[in-house]
C-alpha cells in the first residue's frame, strides 16, 4: 500500500483538484490530509474524499508531514502538496521507481499552464533534479523515512532536501517517470522572475521562505 500525505494549509480553493487527481488512482493506497493551522474550509472538503483527516492547530508543514507519516499504513509514503495533481498511474509507476537501491525519489513536473515559459522552467529544474529539486511530491520507503526521523521540523525551507540527504545514507534518490502537474499559481501571483530569485536564494540561505499565496 501507498499512503499519499497532504499538509494543507488553507488550500480550500485548491485541494479539491488535487484530491480528485488521487481518486483516479487504481493502485492500493490510503489519503490523509492534515490541516495545519487551517482557518477556512479545507477540513470540510477533504473529508467528502477521505475518512483520514486530521486538525493541528500549529502551522507547521513539516509537523504535518510527519504526523501523517505517523498514522500511515502503507509501506510507501508519498509527500503531496495540497496544489499538486497526480498524472494517471502515478502511484503504480512510483512503486515501480523503489527497488533494492533505490529508497527516495520525485517525479517529474509539467505546468498546469500551456504557457512556454513555464514549460521552460520546469523543464530546466526537471534536468536539475540531481541538486535535487523537488516538483511538489516526493516519495520514500516507509522504514527508511523512520530510521532517520522523518522531516526536521525546525527547517522552513529546504526540508525536501535535508530528508534527502540523510535518507541517501540507505540508498539512492531518483526521478520517477510519472508525473505531477504543479500549480502555477505563484508565478501567476509573485512574477517568473521573484520566484527565480527565491529558488537561486533558497540554495544557500535556509532560511528563505516561501510567501503563502492563496
Not at 112 to 119: A, E, F, G, T
Request: net charge positive; hydrophobic share 35%; proline share 1%.
Amino acid at each position: 500500500m501507498i499512503s499519499v500525505i497532504i499538509p494543507a494549509y488553507n488550500e480550500g480553493r485548491y485541494i479539491a483538484k488535487t484530491l480528485n487527481s488521487i481518486k483516479k488512482q487504481d493502485f492500493n493506497h490510503e489519503l490523509i490530509v492534515v490541516c495545519n493551522g487551517c482557518t477556512d474550509n479545507t477540513d470540510k472538503i477533504a473529508k467528502k474524499y477521505t475518512n483520514r483527516v486530521f486538525n493541528l492547530k500549529e502551522k507547521n508543514v513539516s509537523k504535518a508531514r510527519n504526523y501523517g507519516a505517523k498514522k500511515s499504513k502503507g509501506e510507501i509514503l508519498v509527500f503531496l502538496d495540497a496544489d499538486t495533481c497526480l498524472s494517471n498511474n502515478c502511484l503504480e509507476i512510483i512503486n515501480e521507481s523503489l527497488n533494492s537501491s533505490v529508497v527516495i525519489g520525485t517525479c517529474k513536473g509539467i505546468p498546469d499552464s500551456k504557457k512556454l515559459i513555464y514549460r521552460i522552467l520546469l523543464g530546466i529544474k526537471n534536468s536539475l533534479y540531481l541538486t535535487p529539486w523537488v516538483n511538489g511530491i516526493l516519495f520514500c520507503k516507509k522504514d527508511v523515512f523512520k530510521k532517520i526521523n522523518g522531516f526536521n521540523e525546525n527547517i522552513k525551507i529546504r526540508e525536501y532536501r535535508d530528508l534527502i540527504k540523510r535518507a541517501l545514507i540507505y540508498g539512492k534518490f531518483t526521478m520517477s517517470n510519472a508525473e505531477v502537474i504543479n500549480s502555477m499559481r505563484r508565478f501567476e501571483k509573485l512574477g517568473v522572475t521573484r520566484i527565480s530569485l527565491f529558488w537561486l536564494k533558497s540554495l544557500v540561505n535556509k532560511k528563505e521562505e516561501y510567501k503563502a499565496v492563496r
